[in-house]
C-alpha cells in the first residue's frame, strides 16, 4: 500500500493555538492582551510528517482526528506538504484533538485535549501495509495507548519488511514512563531530550541515562536546546553546537529536530551530520510561531550548514 515511500509517521496530528505574549494566566476573570494567536498544524507526528515533506522525503503519516474542523485543517494542512494521509483515520463520535501553546522566548507551556489523538490503532498497520516503506518513525508515544501497548510488535513487523525505526517519546503526562524499555530493543533510533532522556532511564547524569538506553541496543540522538545536541553511538559521544537563529517560538523544535536527523539518515550521512543537521533544523524552526510555518526547505538547510 505504501511502496516507495521512504517514512512512515506515526502518532498524533492535531491543530496547536500558539498564545504568545503576556501568557501566564491569571484567573479571577482577569483579562489579558496577548500579542499573537496562531492556529497551526501540529502534532509531534504531525510536525515530523511536514517536516519531512517539506525537506523531499516521501512521507506518509498514520494518525487519527475527527470528522470536525480541526480534523479538515489538519488534512489541508498536511496535503498542502504533500504528505501521503490515507493512513489518517477519521472518527464522526469524537473531536481532533487541540492543544494550546503558552509560549515565551524563554520556556512554553502546553495543554492539550487528546480526544482522537487516543484512537490511533497501530495494529491496522500490518506486513502488507508496511511493505515498500523504508523508515518507521512512531512520535507522542505516551499521548496515544495503543501506541504504548503496540509499537513493540509494530516495530518488529517494520524490521520483518527490511524497514528501520526511530521513536521519540515525547512527555510523559502521567510522569511513569512505562512501556518504553520494552519497544528499545527493537528500536534503531531514540530520540529523546535532554530530561525525557534523564526520566525515562532514572538517571541525572546524562552519559549514565545514555549508557542505560545504548545497553538496550539503540542509537541515541538528544535534542539540547541552546546547547545544541548530543549523540551515542559505537564510537561514543558526540556534541555539536546549536545553530543561532531569531527566536520566535521553539514549539516543534525537537520535532524538526528529528526531521533533520531522519533525513540525513536516509541519505546515509555519518551520525555526527545526522545530528548537525536535526541541531540546525530544529533552530530554524523557531524562525515563525507553531512548529511547521518556518520549516527549513533542503536549499535552506544545506545554506545554514555550509
Given at each position: 500500500m505504501l511502496r516507495d515511500t521512504d517514512v512512515l509517521v506515526v502518532g498524533d496530528a492535531n491543530p496547536d493555538l500558539v498564545l504568545r505574549g503576556d501568557v501566564r494566566p491569571r484567573f479571577g476573570q482577569a483579562e489579558q492582551w496577548l500579542t499573537a494567536a496562531d492556529l497551526v498544524l501540529a502534532g509531534s507526528a504531525g510536525i515530523v510528517a511536514a517536516g519531512l515533506a517539506r525537506l523531499g522525503v516521501r512521507t506518509a503519516?498514520?494518525?487519527?482526528?475527527?470528522t470536525d474542523a480541526f480534523g479538515d485543517l489538519v488534512l489541508a494542512r498536511l496535503a498542502e506538504r504533500g504528505v501521503d494521509t490515507r493512513l489518517v483515520t477519521r472518527d464522526p463520535d469524537v473531536a481532533t484533538g487541540l492543544s494550546?501553546?503558552?509560549?515565551?522566548?524563554?520556556?512554553?507551556a502546553i495543554l492539550t485535549h487528546a480526544a482522537a489523538i487516543t484512537r490511533l490503532d497501530p495494529g491496522l498497520l500490518t506486513v502488507d501495509v508496511l511493505a515498500g516503506v523504508r523508515h518507521v518513525h512512531v512520535a507522542s508515544f505516551f499521548l496515544v495507548p495503543g501506541l504504548v501497548?503496540?509499537?513493540?510488535a509494530l516495530f518488529e513487523r517494520a524490521h520483518a519488511v527490511?524497514?528501520?525505526?526511530?521513536?521519540?517519546t515525547n512527555w510523559d503526562p502521567d510522569g511513569t514512563w512505562a512501556g518504553v524499555?520494552?519497544?528499545l530493543p527493537v528500536t534503531d533510533v531514540l530520540l529523546p531530550n535532554t530530561a525525557e532522556l534523564c526520566a525515562l532511564t532514572g538517571h541525572a547524569d546524562l552519559d549514565a541515562a545514555a549508557a542505560a538506553v545504548r545497553a538496550a541496543g539503540p542509537l541515541l540522538a538528544v535534542k539540547a536546546g541552546a546547547d545544541g545536541a548530543h549523540g551515542w553511538d559505537a564510537d561514543g559521544r558526540h556534541d555539536v553546537p546549536a545553530t543561532p537563529v531569531e527566536a520566535v517560538d521553539t514549539t516543534g523544535a525537537g520535532d524538526s529536530f528529528d526531521v533533520g536527523f531522519l533525513a540525513g539518515r536516509l541519505a546515509g550521512?555519518?551520525?555526527?551530520?545526522?545530528?548537525?543537521?536535526?541541531a540546525?533544523?530544529?533552530a530554524l524552526s523557531t524562525r515563525a510561531a507553531g512548529g511547521t510555518a518556518a520549516q527549513a526547505t533542503a536549499a535552506e538547510l544545506d545554506a545554514a550548514l555550509s
Open positions: 503519516l498514520a494518525a487519527h482526528v475527527g494550546v501553546i503558552l509560549s515565551t522566548p524563554q520556556d512554553r501497548r503496540g509499537t513493540r527490511g524497514a528501520t525505526t526511530s521513536l521519540d524499555a520494552e519497544v550521512l555519518p551520525f555526527v551530520e545526522c545530528l548537525r543537521r536535526g540546525t533544523a530544529g
